[in-house]
């Protein structure tokens, strides 16, 4: 559940970027961090992990006027993609209001793209949060690679394997060149603030 600060009025949101290590969560939050410069308050904060290049996490506050009259300030995390940090993709998403999952588009991500969304499943059972519930953007990255003649899955595939189930809006991107990077974020903002709304209701 969001934070909220009865006090100064104000309904902090936190969104996280999952999905597999090297999926494209950082690269979407770069993009993010340089296309909406002007609207991002404070630093991007970035711990580098022992052995890959994806950052720790991002957090990157921006305000978006306001629900019932209370601020409303949004802070993106992505988590670190790899297995044996397991523990720390849990801790990032406790309070978590709205997920962005990144799939990996290409073939031979398919079993890990897979296996990452099994364990957000169980990462957000572990916070009594359901999968099915909480608000969730499915994207679909790298499909730009196609035009390298590397092997991307079709969408109807990466479908049937992810969003048979959740159902949940989808978006092929390229975090690389910003395709469909602002259109998820919108999405899982516009879902995220929604689903508060409820509940202050």
Do not use: C, W
Not at 29 to 38: A, G, H, P, Q, V
């Amino acid at each position: 559940m969001s934070f909220i600060n009865l006090r100064e009025k104000i309904v902090q949101v936190k969104i996280v970027y999952y999905g597999p290590g090297r999926g494209g969560k950082t690269t979407n939050l770069e993009y993010i961090n340089r296309k909406f410069s002007k609207q991002i308050q404070s630093e991007m904060v970035s711990l580098k992990t022992h052995g890959d290049r994806t950052l720790f996490f991002d957090f990157l506050p921006f305000n978006m006027g306001q629900i019932k009259g209370y601020e409303l300030k949004i802070q993106l995390y992505t988590v670190p993609g790899q297995v044996k940090y397991n523990a720390t993709r849990k801790l990032v998403l406790k309070g978590v209001d709205g997920i962005v999952f990144v799939a990996d588009a290409q073939e031979q991500m398919r079993e890990k793209n897979i296996r990452s969304l099994n364990q957000l499943h169980e990462n957000l059972m572990s916070y009594k949060e359901s999968i099915f519930k909480i608000p969730l953007v499915l994207q679909y990255n790298k499909v730009d690679l196609r035009n390298q003649g590397i092997p991307i899955l079709p969408t109807a595939v990466l479908d049937k394997d992810l969003n048979s189930k959740l159902k949940v809006p989808t978006f092929e991107a390229s975090a690389l060149t910003g395709y469909n990077v602002p259109e998820t974020l919108k999405k899982i903002i516009s879902s995220t603030v929604l689903s508060i709304q409820k509940k202050l209701m």
